[in-house]
Antibody, heavy 123, light 113 residues
């Protein structure tokens, strides 16, 4: 089965950039599928951040405006999230997941998820 | 954005009884060209990532027990657990993938009465 594992700093200072990586195993990112990031503030619901394809095509949630960058490193079979100018409200568990495409680029449901990593924004 | 509204926020059901969770979208998620509803359901247990249960509103993901079923079309959907088991205690979320941004409902917490 496909496995995903998030990694990155658990603490980020306000106004700095949050950087996370999702390592994919038992499946080659180059083989297809879209890959996505979703976050969940403590005790709250789920929010889609964005998705990408192995070609590098990206699809972002407009609510993040120009703060996010999602990229892929196919040589390492991983993809990354950068969220700039973070504030306390960006504190959340961040998940990476595989997207079952609905046919529209970047859109779909999520069948395999990482365990998630808690990122706290605090000085 | 399509707003997904779930009800109730929480419910307590006796073991072996039926649990019903509702999800309403602010606009249709039914694609008329293929007659598919772009709606998924997830189960999330404490400390775990969400688990996909249902996609296309009523298609069960591989390995999901058949006591879980999805129904509905257009803007109104239901997740039914036909006979609640102890391991079904969790928060359940609906998600639309009809159009971006992808959006989730607020969640429904299911507990044992």
């Amino acid at each position: 089965q496909v496995q995903l594992q998030e990694s990155g700093p658990g603490l980020v200072k306000p106004s700095e950039t949050l950087s996370l990586t999702c390592a994919v195993s038992r499946y080659s990112i180059n083989s297809g599928y879209y890959w996505g990031w979703i976050r969940q503030p403590p005790g709250k619901g789920l929010e889609w951040i964005g998705s990408l394809y192995h070609s590098g095509s990206t699809y972002y949630n407009p609510s993040f405006k120009s703060r996010i960058t999602i990229s892929v490193d196919t040589s390492k079979n991983q993809f990354s999230l950068k969220l700039s100018s973070v504030i306390a409200a960006d504190t959340a568990v961040y998940y990476c997941a595989r997207v079952i495409s609905s046919g529209d680029p970047g859109m779909g449901s999520f069948d395999f998820w990482g365990q998630g990593t808690l990122v706290t924004v605090s000085s | 954005d399509i707003v997904m509204t779930q009800s109730p926020d929480s419910l307590a059901v006796s073991l072996g009884e039926r649990a019903t969770i509702n999800c309403k979208s602010s606009q249709t998620v039914l694609y008329s060209s293929n007659n598919k509803n772009y709606l998924a359901w997830y189960q999330q247990k404490p400390g775990q990532p969400p688990k996909l249960l249902i996609y296309w509103a009523s298609s069960r993901e591989s390995g999901v027990p058949d006591r879980f079923s999805g129904s509905g079309s257009g803007t109104d959907f239901t997740l039914t657990i036909s006979s609640l088991q102890a391991e079904d205690v969790a928060v359940y979320y609906c998600q639309q993938y009809y159009t971006g941004p992808l959006t989730f409902g607020g969640g429904t917490k299911v507990e044992i009465k």
